[in-house]
């Protein structure tokens, strides 16, 4: 049986090329595939594979004294909906542009960012003070159109890189003063928001542990969570239960639907949120009508 673990732990590492190719001589060793990407902030990584395979890299990565506490979340899924095993040293563990400069980290994790909420600790806020709690998505924008907490801010990101931009215009300053809620797919990038948002004013700043997969195990689709939850392997998206409501919409047809396409306009590549039906026609697997224009400009008419 395979499956998938995500997982991440901020906590000083002061070589992380050394913790890189220990990762890769890892994973290899036991047939993973996945990304994992490692800086001077930590670790962060998605890898699939046989289940003994699995629960083998728990134990061994929690022998570095680091990672000891790591929580490792699972998911379904396999080896092969990963290409390959990449593991990377890179400057930023998510790439905000240059935010590893907004924070550090000590053993305990990210230094001033947001407090941590259960699930349940998630849902009894909400019951608590109501309007005074708002949900901010920490994720790029188009993930939000399939899925998303209810009534949820999204800001305007098409990369992590445009967060601080978005921080630091004025379009928040209405709810610095309120509770505010968090989120992204594990956890992980929240971890880095949150404490840029306390930074910029924001008084009252929670997240979600574990993000939107802990409270997906927890609550399924009977909670506050709406929709299909976007994620980076060939899976594309997953749904917590049968019962997940669609809520994205076809860029052309406006039909309900969670499928991306990537735009058949190869020099785009840019995401296209299009149904089954209308992805049978090629001319609409474009992300705009000019990226069609230039494809057929450069490969000529569609057959």
């Known amino acids: 049986m395979q499956k998938i673990l995500l997982y991440y732990k901020f906590t000083p590492i002061s070589d992380p090329e050394a913790i890189k190719l220990w990762q890769k001589t890892l994973c290899d060793g036991l047939n993973l595939r996945g990304r994992i990407l490692v800086s001077r902030h930590g670790l962060n990584g998605t890898v699939?594979?046989?289940?003994?395979?699995?629960?083998?890299?728990?134990?061994?990565?929690?022998?570095?004294p680091g990672f000891k506490d790591i929580t490792f979340k699972w998911s379904d899924g396999a080896r092969e909906d990963f290409p390959?095993?990449?593991?990377?040293?890179?400057?930023?563990?998510?790439?905000?542009?240059?935010?590893?400069?907004?924070?550090?980290v000590d053993m305990d994790g990210v230094i001033g960012g947001g407090q941590h909420l259960k699930p349940h600790e998630v849902n009894e806020m909400i019951e608590k003070f109501g309007d005074d709690v708002v949900f901010f998505d920490g994720r790029n924008a188009h993930e939000a159109k399939i899925?998303?907490?209810?009534?949820?801010?999204?800001?305007?990101?098409?990369?992590?890189?445009?967060?601080?931009?978005e921080l630091e215009s004025d379009k928040y300053d209405d709810i610095k003063g309120k509770k505010v809620?968090?989120?992204?797919?594990?956890?992980?990038?929240?971890?880095?928001?949150?404490?840029?948002?306390?930074?910029?004013?924001?008084?009252?700043?929670?997240?979600?542990?574990?993000?939107?997969?802990?409270?997906?195990?927890?609550?399924g689709d009977d909670g506050l969570w709406e929709g299909a939850l976007r994620v980076f392997d060939d899976r594309m998206t997953i749904n917590f239960?049968?019962?997940?409501?669609?809520?994205?919409?076809?860029?052309?047809?406006?039909?309900?639907?969670?499928?991306?396409?990537?735009?058949a306009h190869m020099e785009c590549n840019e995401?296209?949120?299009?149904?089954?039906?209308?992805?049978?026609?090629?001319?609409?697997?474009f992300h705009t009508e000019a990226c069609r224009e230039k494809h057929a400009a450069k490969f000529g008419a569609l057959a």
């Open 48 to 64: 699939g594979g046989e289940m003994d395979d699995l629960k083998k890299y728990i134990k061994q990565t929690k022998q570095f």
């Open 84 to 104: 390959r095993m990449s593991v990377k040293n890179r400057r930023e563990l998510v790439g905000f542009k240059n935010s590893d400069d907004e924070f550090d």
């Open 147 to 165: 899925g998303k907490f209810k009534d949820a801010i999204v800001p305007d990101t098409r990369t992590s890189r445009d967060f601080i931009a």
């Open 181 to 219: 809620i968090t989120y992204c797919t594990g956890g992980v990038r929240c971890e880095v928001i949150s404490a840029m948002m306390k930074k910029r004013g924001f008084k009252d700043v929670y997240q979600i542990d574990g993000g939107i997969v802990k409270y997906g195990e927890a609550y």
């Open 241 to 263: 239960s049968d019962k997940a409501k669609t809520i994205g919409e076809c860029t052309h047809c406006e039909g309900k639907t969670s499928n991306f396409e990537n735009c």
């Open 271 to 285: 995401l296209v949120l299009i149904c089954e039906n209308c992805k049978t026609n090629p001319e609409l697997l």
